[in-house]
């Protein structure tokens, strides 16, 4: 074999290996989602942020809308602080309130955005004002458990307090 | 005290393999420059090295994507989570699967040849000849070769994890039903490009580094002999697999131990 052909020969390797690069760039990770589109920046505060990930989805309705880019903790009020990159086609009003849902029984967390009808939009770097937390598990439970006691106490006392 | 002295020099033996080793890797990436110059002998070498190991290289791709695909499904829809099939299977071949089996492949396939080759050199005294004409045999010989083996190890691993991931969408969407939509967002929603597939890459160009380095070693230093040439070839295969298993499992920990 020629020289050019063993030259050609590892071009067409090269070229394999760079489009196999680009399929599992583009098909099977997430450079496709995101990358350059543009986003604008949200905040909200939770009381619970549960298990939430940062690049966990944000969905509006069920469709994708954005993803979760930083979580931290407020020093002074103690309430999580989760930063939002949501897409510049999507805006929302003012009144919009997020929630921490699951998908699934044991599926990932992600935030839920709700719209609400103020006539003004949501600005860049705007915080979320109505939140509403994860459900813990542990906690629902022991909501569970005392509302049980306490009917059973109320019971006892034959309806003295509710 | 006839065991301590054998002791002491069963270390000594070791220490001075490492160091021996750990010198003539710096040798060898101090000639690399002069290879860089002459890039029409790398060119050949990654021909040598990475077009012939592609066959192999793509054809254990596709079936370990393909049982990758089959196991998995049975363990995960007990949990009715087969919808994340392609995100296991993925992560499974670019973090690990994809460099490690290449890595073992490319041991078994590049490395025996690039010792057998160059012990053969040695044995017929080609490369004594080229001493003697006053060229460096590392700049000549070596250097083209570890730089061909570096090159093609990350593009030949790429390619695994690709034909494996398109092998488990055969088996996932074609044989067992699994939405095709489903299948590609849930990787594209959870497999990230820097941290995941960035990281896999970069541990198959440490596993080629190692692979081909100890390749070239065992053939460079290989005594001049048919049984010594089969004892450096053997050598390169063990050494260099039992490389990549221990490295990778330190780089693993380095690389993903926060979640």
């Known amino acids: 074999m020629g020289k050019r052909g063993i030259e050609t020969l590892v071009g067409l390797f090269v070229l394999l290996g760079t489009v196999g690069l680009l399929f599992i760039a583009l098909k099977a990770a997430n450079l496709g989602n995101f990358g350059g589109t543009d986003t604008y920046t949200l905040s909200a505060r939770f009381d619970n942020i549960g298990g939430l990930k940062v690049r966990a989805p944000v969905r509006s309705a069920g469709v994708s809308v954005g993803r979760v880019t930083s979580i931290s903790l407020d020093p002074k009020t103690y309430q999580g602080v989760v930063t939002l990159e949501v897409l510049r086609g999507y805006q929302f009003p003012k009144d919009t309130s997020a929630k921490i849902l699951t998908a699934g029984l044991l599926g990932d967390q992600y935030v839920g955005l709700e719209a609400g009808g103020d006539e003004k939009n949501l600005a860049a770097g705007d915080a979320i004002k109505q939140t509403q937390s994860a459900v813990v598990l542990e906690n629902l439970i022991s909501q569970f458990l005392f509302s049980k006691a306490a009917d059973a106490g109320a019971g006892a006392d034959n309806g003295g307090k509710k | 005290m006839n065991w301590l002295a054998i002791l002491g020099a069963r270390a000594l033996a070791v220490m001075e393999g490492w160091g021996h080793a750990a010198l003539f890797f710096l040798d060898l990436l101090r000639v690399l420059p002069a290879a860089l110059r002459r890039l029409s002998l790398v060119i050949v070498q990654i021909h040598a090295i990475g077009n012939r190991s592609l066959v192999i290289i793509l054809a254990s791709g596709l079936a370990v994507g393909f049982v990758l695909a089959l196991q998995m499904y049975y363990a995960l829809v007990t ?19 994809g460099p490690v089996v290449t890595a073992l492949l490319f041991a078994g396939r ?81 497999v990230d490009i820097w941290r995941d597939v960035g990281n896999g890459i970069a541990k198959s160009a440490v596993f080629g580094v190692i692979c081909t380095f100890v390749a070239l070693y065992q053939g460079y230093e290989t005594q001049a002999t048919p049984e010594g040439v089969a004892y450096a070839t053997t050598r390169t295969v063990v050494i260099s697999s039992l490389g990549v298993l221990g490295m990778d499992f330190i780089l693993t920990a380095l690389m993903f131990s926060t979640p």
């Not at chain 2, 994340?84 to 670019?94: A, M, Q, R, T």
């Not at chain 2, 690709?162 to 939509?181: E, F, K, Q």
């Open chain 2, 79 to 97: 949990y009715g989570a087969a919808e994340s099939l392609g995100l296991v299977v993925n992560l499974s071949l670019v973090r690990e699967l």
């Open chain 2, 110 to 190: 590049a490395g025996t040849s690039l010792t057998a080759e160059i012990g053969l050199m040695k044995a017929g005294e080609q490369i004594a000849a080229m001493e003697l004409m006053a060229i460096d045999p590392r700049a000549r010989v070596l250097a083209p070769r570890f730089l061909g083996g570096v090159i093609a190890m990350p593009l030949l691993a790429i390619l695994f994890s690709a034909v494996g991931i398109i092998g488990a969408w055969v088996v996932a969407v074609g044989l067992i039903g699994i939405d095709a939509g489903n299948f590609w967002s849930i990787q594209q929603a959870r």
